[in-house]
């Protein structure tokens, strides 16, 4: 199959960062999200990070009109009705994911692959809520996703080799890396990383280092691009305590229970750089 048409479903920092990409690498874009002034402020976010390539001289103020054409504005979930493949990157929520793939099924066609962006949760769960779940599988970006290489593409128990194929294919014509994994809480990147960021919590939990210290060690110690509480940050305290309660669940052992303090930021809304609190102060 040929991938021309591409929905995004959810226009925050991840879906943002997808629909720019897909545009920048020629595909016709849809950017959908249930409230227009979502779809607006994903739209100016895609606009400052062009205008900003522009500024670098690493794209002309032309090529960034050409992509701004290519992506188109949605609140209608009917507007999947034309598209090839839908990469769902909406809030990290189990039941919130089930319900968009149900109603994607409806209206989706029959050949469209459906896929999301979780960062952790089951996607042989979110494809058993359609007619298709040989169509349905994980395209993992990373944040921010023009700069991070890979995409981690996960196979649910129902994916067919075909919409492995096809997905990679897409990947790899964005310009990124794939590795291949199977369905497991966090699949790998987030078994990994997420176990570290929340002992770099504990970290601080109990004392060890200042916050800029623990950072300081990774940074240049492990030659970490961001200290882990950074990085917390910047991915989302709330997004964090997430995924380490699904590795708790999902894989039943207690060795990935959240850090107190982490749940703590999260009930205070200190969720990281997006509400200008976290591990670190952002109001200036
Ligand atoms: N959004 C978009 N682009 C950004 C950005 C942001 N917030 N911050 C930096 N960039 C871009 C810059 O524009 C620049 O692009 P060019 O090379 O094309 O000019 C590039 O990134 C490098 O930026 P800088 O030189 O200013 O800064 P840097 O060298 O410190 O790199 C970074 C910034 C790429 C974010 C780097 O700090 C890094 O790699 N950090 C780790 C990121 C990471 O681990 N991401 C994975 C998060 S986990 C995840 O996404 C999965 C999950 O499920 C939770």
Not at 13 to 35: F, K, P, S
Not at 84 to 96: G, H, K, L, Y
Request: proline share 3%.
């Amino acid at each position: 199959m040929d991938i021309q048409q591409v929905m995004v479903v959810g226009a925050g920092q991840m879906g943002a960062g997808i629909a720019q990409v897909c545009a920048t690498y020629g595909y016709n874009v849809t950017l959908h999200d249930i409230e227009e002034e979502h779809v607006e402020k994903g739209l100016k976010s895609i606009r400052k990070q062009l205008e900003r390539q522009v500024n670098k001289k690493q794209i002309s103020q032309s090529d960034m009109d050409r992509f701004l054409q290519r992506i188109h504005l949605s609140t209608k979930i009917r507007n999947s009705e034309s598209q090839d493949i839908i990469i769902e990157a909406a809030v990290e929520n189990i039941e919130i994911k089930k319900s968009i793939f149900a109603d994607l099924d409806k209206f989706a066609p029959d050949h469209a692959i459906l896929a999301t962006n979780t960062s952790s949760l089951s996607i042989t769960e979110i494809a058993a809520e359609t007619k298709r779940p040989e169509k349905v599988i994980g395209m993992h970006f990373m944040n921010p996703v023009r700069v991070m290489k890979l995409v981690e593409i996960i196979r649910g128990l129902a994916t067919s080799d075909e919409t492995f194929r096809v997905v990679k294919k897409m990947a790899e014509s964005l310009n990124k890396s794939t590795v291949e994994v199977n369905d497991f809480p966090g699949f790998v990147s987030n078994r990994i990383l997420m176990p570290m960021i929340n002992e770099a919590i504990y970290t601080v939990f109990e004392g060890v280092a200042t916050v800029e210290d623990i950072d300081e060690v990774m940074k240049l110690g492990m030659n970490h691009p961001m200290g882990p509480l950074t990085l917390a940050d910047f991915i989302g305290l709330d997004t964090c305590l997430y995924i380490m309660e699904t590795l708790q669940e999902g894989i039943g052992d207690d060795k990935y229970r959240p850090c107190p303090l982490l749940r703590k930021y999260v009930k205070a809304g200190w969720l990281g750089k997006k509400t200008g609190r976290g591990f670190y102060n952002y109001s200036n």
